[in-house]
């Protein structure tokens, strides 16, 4: 397809320049050629996908879409751990994004590589590769643990927007079975996860990447080497940083591109049966619509026909209502919800993958945010960053074991339960969407979040009194004809005297706490006083 030449770093461009779509259209022409190979295969699965798509309940429209169901397994979960893996974790250093900020002038990526690793045409981010070994990998170990830690579903991402594929892809070069570690490192997990009896679930970011490595082609660096053009994408310039809705329209892409996001997508489906699938923002793109519309009736239609139907986990307005679950990215919700949804943080204070001199947030702030959430009708996928040699950071793997310790002690307030009427009491308030992944809203022995399962109640205390009592005025004068069995708090199997007054439901605790994070009161009605009668 000829030579090409760096965008020029003064030269800038809109969304309707003609010189800006004429480039676009030159670099997606010269990274169609690098994938040229892959063409027949490419088709071969594509022609599967609309086959699949038209041959079950789901069609690929938004009507037939939105008559999906979540499978009972996901909404009795509640707790999940997704797994940011890659090359970016050879350099170790800023975020997951290094990748693309290394070429950013002016970062502390871009300052950290050019002092470590010299110029950027010389030693660019596919030269992290060769150090990408997981020589200490052991899926078998990390499955164990994620089943330690409490958590039901395992989420790996198998491509972020890197480029870089974790699984075995026959759709690139580029890929951990090709290079590097040389195995399929995200099919050997798929296989220790199951083997566990825990779900097992895909991420992928490759529509990311049509834009992700654009830095690069407005400097002097490999990503502008047509040689290495099957693995830094297009690279089109991006106007994330400027959307409004995701309604409008972001970026410069092909139909060849999507086409081959769709794809690799449906080629995951094909050979790792994931029970659910992770999307990122970019999905919600107006040109991308038509295409996950496609992908989500393949995959329910293919799913179904192994077992439950498969889950998408979307970001904003990207899919309709009802057609798959929301997922939001560090954010929580301020009530409950009629329909199951996902947030997901990670253990890191400053990035989702591995990097040097992390921070992480404490086991007790992780418990309390997956109650708050589990009392909203929400699930909580918590994601850790292992080293590029495939070892799990001690201190991680220390906090998913504390976790693990409390649902051990309290799973039966979290596990199979559904919201109450109401979600909690108390003064602390979580406002709508906003960021909650860091512990700016410490809670007092006065916050309660309530849950529910057959004829049990379940009230969490998210801090100990220190008074020798405790008063849930939620189950006050509106549980005046309740027929109160017992109290127990589930920590220590202790049943606990209890009044119920006009002001609420008052129980005699002990001084000190009997335990960690979050006091769990397990309130045993009769079934005539189930908690689903009463306000």
Do not use: C
């Amino acid at each position: 397809m000829g030579s090409f030449s760096p965008i020029n770093a003064q030269t800038q461009f809109t969304a309707s320049s003609p010189t800006a779509s004429d480039v676009s259209a030159h670099i997606d022409q010269i990274w169609q050629h690098a994938n040229a190979k892959f063409d027949g295969t490419r088709a071969a699965i594509l022609k599967q996908v609309d086959r699949q798509a038209n041959d079950g309940p789901f069609r690929p429209d938004w009507q037939s879409l939105m008559t999906y169901q979540v499978p009972q397994w996901y909404t009795d979960a509640k707790f999940g751990i997704f797994v940011h893996w890659g090359v970016y974790s050879v350099p170790a250093f800023g975020s997951e994004w290094y990748s693309r900020n290394m070429y950013v002038q002016g970062s502390e990526d871009y300052k950290h590589q050019i002092a470590t690793y010299g110029p950027l045409a010389n030693f660019g981010y596919k030269d992290f590769i060769p150090m990408f070994r997981a020589e200490h990998y052991d899926p078998q170990a990390w499955a164990h643990l994620f089943k330690e830690s409490g958590a039901k579903y395992v989420v790996q991402v198998f491509e972020h927007h890197d480029g870089f594929a974790m699984y075995d892809s026959q759709l690139s070069d580029w890929t951990a079975v090709k290079m590097g570690p040389h195995r399929d490192v995200a099919g050997d997990l798929e296989k220790a996860v199951r083997a566990e009896g825990l779900h097992f679930g895909a991420s992928d970011h490759r529509i990311e990447h049509d834009w992700f490595m654009h830095p690069g082609r407005e400097i002097v660096s490999d990503v502008n080497n047509p040689r290495y053009a099957a693995f830094y994408g297009p690279a089109h310039t991006h106007l994330w940083k400027h959307r409004a809705p995701l309604s409008e329209d972001w970026t410069f892409l092909s139909p060849q591109f999507a086409n081959d996001w769709l794809a690799r997508a449906a080629e995951i489906v094909e050979k790792y049966h994931p029970d659910m699938m992770y999307f990122d923002y970019w999905i919600g793109q107006p040109l991308v619509r038509p295409y996950l519309a496609r992908f989500a009736a393949f995959y329910y239609n293919e799913s179904i026909k192994r077992g439950p139907v498969g889950i998408i986990n979307y970001k904003g307005d990207a899919m309709r209502p009802h057609s798959a679950v929301l997922d939001l990215e560090r954010n929580e919700l301020s009530d409950i919800q009629p329909e199951p949804w996902q947030t997901d943080t990670s253990v890191s204070n400053k990035s989702w993958g591995y990097i040097q001199d992390d921070t992480f947030k404490t086991p007790g702030f992780i418990v309390r945010e997956l109650v708050d959430v589990v009392s909203k009708n929400g699930n909580l996928l918590l994601n850790i960053g292992p080293r590029a040699d495939g070892t799990i950071p001690t201190e991680v793997q220390q906090i998913l074991l504390d976790v693990g310790s409390w649902l051990n002690m309290n799973g039966d307030a979290i596990y199979g339960t559904r919201p109450w009427k109401i979600y909690g009491e108390g003064p602390t308030k979580l406002p709508e969407s906003a960021r909650q992944d860091i512990d700016i809203h410490p809670y007092t022995a006065e916050d309660f979040r309530f849950t529910t399962k057959g004829d049990a109640l379940y009230a969490i205390e998210m801090a100990w009194p220190q008074t020798g009592k405790t008063v849930i005025h939620s189950l006050g004068s509106a549980f005046h004809n309740a027929k109160i069995k017992s109290v127990v708090l589930l920590d220590s199997k202790q049943s606990l005297p209890f009044q119920l007054q006009s002001d609420g439901l008052h129980i005699q605790v002990p001084i000190q706490s009997p335990g960690k994070y979050a006091y769990v009161f397990r309130i045993q009605l009769d079934n005539e006083s189930g908690p689903g009668n009463h306000p």
